[in-house]
């Protein structure tokens, strides 16, 4: 009997072996058929997570009475404008500032060299020669990269426009597919959906939050740095406010940047800036971040910290981007399943 047994287990062990076998012999054949299934769902997704950061923005004007039909209307109107604005009006304004932002860092560069008897070797070469090249590129793309770029990728294009166009649609039925989901979820397990129903919560919040203090960072900075008189104070606003998506570092390497460019004009320049980063940092840590995220969504620096660099060392850009929101997915679960543990123990 046990020899019958050993013989049966050994059958399954080979016979898995064999499968994982052949499975590994055809995986060309299903790796190309999960790739083509993926560039079909991708956009469609995407379109999904575009409708679902933009629904608190809707709730947000269907809580001022604001139709919905109309709410619908004024986000595709100020996401098309924005669109507009860029392409006309800030890239070539923006071109001109880059090239002036590099003008700042190669003179930094220079200076830093010179004045300090610092030898950056080969370093400091390939830093100058590779602005240098940005340089000479920069009106090039800006004159004939939307063709060049319409050429070559027009997959791309398409991919977003369906994002774009299907996010549109989610966005109008979302109340029926958030509703289709509540009753699922409810019929399923009640624990089930007061988790679901938390981490929509904390995503929600988190959401609306990120993107008032985007909005805000670009008014804040552009402001200050154009008060201060920088000649970069656009660009610099832009990339304040792009900063916010990767947590502390980008705010940090933004400023850095505002800080050299100051400096490299003048030393009251430089130092206006400093100052000026002082003020807003500290406005925006005890004031703004507060006001707007209030008690929900509170992260330790350190947990922060740790997610940027793991998702940035196994998932590249993209993962340095979704750190923050995976951890407040992470912190809610276990914060979640802790009172139900807590819980369960108190009925006892």
């Not at 400093?274 to 707007?292: G, K, Q």
């Not at 997915?329 to 123990?345: C, D, H, P, Q």
Request: net charge positive; hydrophobic share 50%; charged share 15%.
């Amino acid at each position: 009997m046990i020899k019958n047994k050993l013989d049966f287990k050994l059958i399954n062990i080979a016979l898995i072996a064999v499968i994982c076998f052949f499975i590994y012999q055809a995986s060309p054949l299903w790796l190309g058929i999960l790739d083509k299934i993926l560039k079909i769902v991708l956009p469609l997704f995407a379109g999904f997570v575009i409708a679902y950061a933009l629904y608190p923005i809707l709730e947000t004007l269907k809580d001022k009475k604001v139709p919905k039909g109309l709410g619908i209307g004024i986000i595709i109107a100020s996401i098309i404008a924005i669109v507009v604005t860029i392409i006309i009006l800030l890239i070539p304004l923006l071109s001109t500032q880059i090239v002036s932002l590099i003008d700042s860092l190669i003179i930094f560069i220079k200076d830093i060299t010179t004045n300090f008897n610092i030898d950056l070797g080969s370093l400091g070469d390939t830093l100058i020669k590779t602005f240098n090249e940005i340089i000479s590129n920069v009106g090039k793309y800006v004159s004939d990269g939307a063709v060049k770029t319409i050429n070559t990728s027009i997959n791309v294009i398409s991919n977003v426009f369906i994002a774009l166009a299907s996010g549109i649609y989610f966005l109008i039925d979302m109340d029926k597919i958030r509703e289709g989901i509540k009753k699922y979820l409810k019929s399923k397990s009640d624990k089930l959906y007061r988790y679901i129903s938390l981490l929509d919560h904390e995503i929600k919040n988190y959401i609306k939050g990120f993107l008032t203090i985007v909005f805000i960072s670009f008014f804040e900075y552009t402001l200050l740095y154009y008060i201060i008189g920088h000649p970069n104070a656009l660009l610099l606003g832009i990339l304040s406010a792009l900063g916010n998506f990767v947590p502390y570092f980008g705010g940090i390497f933004v400023q850095i940047i505002g800080v050299i460019t100051g400096f490299t004009l003048s030393v009251s320049l430089g130092i206006s800036v400093i100052i000026a980063i002082l003020i807003s940092s500290t406005i925006d840590s005890y004031i703004l971040n507060p006001l707007v995220y209030g008690k929900s969504n509170q992260v330790h620096p350190i947990i922060v910290i740790a997610a940027v660099f793991g998702g940035g060392i196994l998932f590249g850009f993209i993962g340095v981007i979704i750190a923050l929101p995976l951890s407040i997915i992470v912190l809610s679960s276990l914060k979640f399943y802790r009172e139900e543990i807590s819980a369960k123990g108190n009925r006892k």
